[in-house]
């Protein structure tokens, strides 16, 4: 079974500059998570979708931050402008559905470097 | 939010030593706990998942929970120098699922 998978794996930006990070999930995972991870932080979570609906985006910055999964497959995160505090590990994780005894799978991670 | 406390550490230990590691978290609604270790620059995999009261054993592996007091530990037994990692807990749940800090592990040769 093909894990998540996350591209790019790094990227190197200036800040102002936007940037777009892309995650496909397990086959058959309804539920799908962006995280930040900033150096020595556990993850944060940004946005959660079920199918192609938002669960929750409360934590998400939204005047910069944007993520849409239109056809409740795949999914894109993007930032713009970015800024210096962006610096940060953007994972993707799925999980079957949203029972609480689902576990989540994390993909590879997007390093964001914002120069 | 589910608030998740966790001591970052680090926990440094002798190879062959008992690892205890320890969370405890704000919602007493919470039914499930997940254990996640994290190697330096890569992602998270899960270890060990908890459902009920009492302790769960898989290994080396054995986690416990107390939901009365809200409690989660992970002990690692004969730990080695392979299981340097840093450890997140995490309820499942819904929605709005946090993650502890984590507690960084260090098994010493």
């Known amino acids: 079974e093909a894990g998540v998978a996350q591209s790019p794996r790094y990227k190197i930006i200036e800040k102002r500059q936007s940037v777009a990070f892309w995650c496909n999930p397990i086959s058959g995972h309804a539920t799908l998570y962006w995280y930040q991870q900033i150096l020595g932080q556990g993850p944060k979570l940004l946005i959660q979708?079920?199918?192609?609906?938002?669960?929750?985006d409360s934590q998400l910055p939204k005047d910069r931050f944007s993520a849409e999964r239109l056809k409740g497959v795949d999914s894109t995160l993007k930032i713009q402008p970015a800024k210096l505090e962006d610096s940060a590990v953007y994972l993707c994780?799925?999980?079957?559905?949203?029972?609480?005894?689902?576990?989540?799978?994390f993909g590879p991670g997007t390093r964001l470097t914002v120069l | 939010q589910k608030e998740v406390e966790q001591n970052s550490g680090p926990l440094s230990v002798p190879e062959g030593a008992i690892a205890s590691l320890n969370c405890t978290y704000s919602d007493r609604g919470s039914q499930s706990f997940f254990w996640y270790r994290q190697y330096s620059g890569k992602s998270p995999e899960l270890i060990m998942s908890i459902y009920s009261n009492g302790d769960k054993e898989d290994g080396r592996f054995t986690a416990q929970l107390n939901k009365a007091s809200q409690y989660v530990s992970l002990l690692i037994r004969d730990s080695q120098p392979s299981d340097s990692a840093t450890y997140l807990c995490?309820?499942?749940?819904?929605?709005?699922?946090?993650f502890g800090t984590g507690t960084k592990l260090q098994v010493i040769p």
């Open positions: 979708f079920q199918n192609n609906g938002v669960v929750d």
């Open positions: 995490a309820p499942g749940g819904y929605q709005k699922v946090t």
């Open positions: 994780a799925s999980s079957l559905g949203q029972s609480s005894y689902n576990e989540q799978f």
